[in-house]
């Protein structure tokens, strides 16, 4: 079973998302996004907006140059470290 797969075992639905996250920060997405499975491991890429924060993540989906994906807010994505385990 891949590591970002147990991770999402591991997260609780009442995750704190209140932590802003960085851009080169490592995450897994929660949800199914076009082109990207839930439980997939990315880095942000872009951090955009000011009261209402957006991300653009880079996934690892196995495509050549990856899947980004843009317009994601914090409670789609998870925190994780290099271990793909959640921080």
């Known amino acids: 079973q891949p590591a970002a ?10 995750e704190h998302v209140d932590k802003e996250l960085n851009v080169r920060d490592r995450v897994i997405n929660l ?3 076009p082109g ?4 997939t491991a990315g880095r942000v890429i ?8 957006r991300y653009r993540v880079l996934f690892d989906t196995g495509a050549v140059n ?15 470290n ?6």
Request: charged residues 20%; aromatic residues 4%; positive net charge.
């Open 66 to 80: 990856g899947t980004d994906v843009g317009s994601l807010n914090r409670a789609q994505l998870t925190l994780v």
């Open 82 to 87: 290099k271990k793909g385990l959640p921080v």
């Open 5 to 14: 797969n147990r991770s999402l075992e591991l997260i609780s639905m009442t």
């Open 31 to 33: 949800v199914d996004l």
């Open 46 to 53: 872009l951090k955009n907006g000011f009261d209402w924060i």
């Open 36 to 39: 990207v499975p839930a439980g």
